[in-house]
């Protein structure tokens, strides 16, 4: 009986260190997270809601094409979705505009019928249309007020530019946010701004006497800093050229590029940022298809954000529904909002740029 309960107990230990080496998850990471796959996608395009367009001075279906890549915060306790909407019309194949949609639970929402943030007839459109808006980020500031990044397009270059809001409905439009002439037309897109959690808001927090975030949709991930939330610098090395604080690896997910998903969170372990890795079939993860978006994160110093202490090891979210791998662009899960909620975090995705599917993880503390 003795050497029965000592071979049990041997196998039992195998499979637990089997388990352990398979797991893509650190102990720094957030996670644990389970696709919701009975409940997703859990936003779909439709056609039934038009949207006057100020600039085209005709109506339009604004959300007819495709919805994905949204922004989240909890506020009234309720969760709020700004997502990215695409109509049909133009030379560029559809217009992007921002949506926003509401929830009691993080899986049925309730959205309103226009958008809540698009290319208009002011000093932003030149570098608005006819693009349009996409990719939104949302933390708040420490006096209330929500700091969206977004990347808008004219059609030939992206660029990342702010906006402000105190009730996600009515928003300022700040302009870009490298507004200086070394990087004023240079691409940029995809602001993660650092963020802290207090109870169920994401909170931008100082590092020394700045603000931080990263940025960049590159072989090469950057970061840049700011007094306000507003006005931001990126961080250069000597010689004036961008400072990489990741990079791109061979044989990994992320072999072509990274680019930021929802805000950075600092937590006890460092800087968690959740991003997402381009697979390049020639030297990447032979197991992804060519042009994969799978999601991964990284670890930053809480006192030095451009310096990366760990990274996980291999992708922790890949595309695998059917809604996942076909879509206007195939194989894609492309994280961007996320949110503590009841308990639990709430990841949102974009489903192959065309729909929006959750994802949840039990809180650690």
Not at 76 to 82: A, R, V
């Amino acid at each position: 009986m003795m050497l029965r309960t000592r071979f049990l107990s041997l196998v039992i230990g195998l499979c637990g260190l089997v388990a352990q080496a398979q797991s893509p998850y650190k102990p720094w990471m957030l996670g644990e997270f389970v696709k919701q796959n009975a409940a997703n996608p859990v936003l779909t395009a439709q056609n039934t809601t038009t949207f006057a367009c100020p600039i085209r001075g005709e109506t339009v279906r604004w959300e007819e094409k495709d919805v994905f890549n949204p922004a989240v915060v909890v506020r009234k306790g309720k969760i709020h979705l700004i997502y990215r909407a695409e109509d049909t019309v133009g030379k560029h194949a559809g217009t992007s505009r921002l949506g926003l949609a509401t929830s009691s639970d993080g899986i049925h929402f309730k959205r309103r019928p226009k958008p809540v943030f698009y290319p208009d007839n002011d000093p932003m459109k030149v570098y608005e249309w006819e693009g349009g808006c996409e990719d939104p980020r949302i933390v708040e500031s420490p006096n209330g007020v929500y700091v969206m990044t977004y990347t808008s397009y004219d059609g030939d270059k992206a660029r990342l530019c702010v906006a402000t809001s105190k009730n996600l409905i009515s928003w300022k439009k700040q302009g870009l946010a490298f507004d200086d002439l070394k990087y004023r037309n240079e691409w940029s897109k995809s602001g993660s701004i650092v963020c802290k959690r207090v109870g169920s808001r994401l909170v931008a927090q100082k590092i020394g006497d700045k603000y931080w975030m990263y940025w960049g949709d590159q072989p090469q991930l950057y970061c840049a800093s700011s007094p306000d939330l507003i006005h931001w610098t990126p961080v250069e090395t000597p010689n004036g050229k961008l400072f990489p604080v990741a990079e791109r690896r061979n044989g990994k997910h992320d072999s072509r590029l990274l680019e930021p998903g929802p805000p950075a969170l600092l937590t006890e372990n460092g800087i968690v940022l959740l991003y997402n890795g381009m697979n390049h079939d020639k030297n990447g993860d032979r197991d992804l298809p060519d042009g994969t978006y799978a999601a991964g994160q990284l670890l930053f110093d809480a006192n030095e954000p451009t310096k990366l202490l760990d990274r996980s090891e291999t992708y922790f979210l890949k595309p695998d529904q059917p809604y996942e791998i076909v879509g206007q662009v195939n194989h894609v899960c492309f994280i961007e909002g996320l949110v503590p909620y009841k308990g639990r975090w709430f990841l949102y995705y974009g489903t192959a740029d065309s729909k929006i599917a959750v994802a949840m993880a039990r809180m650690k503390n």
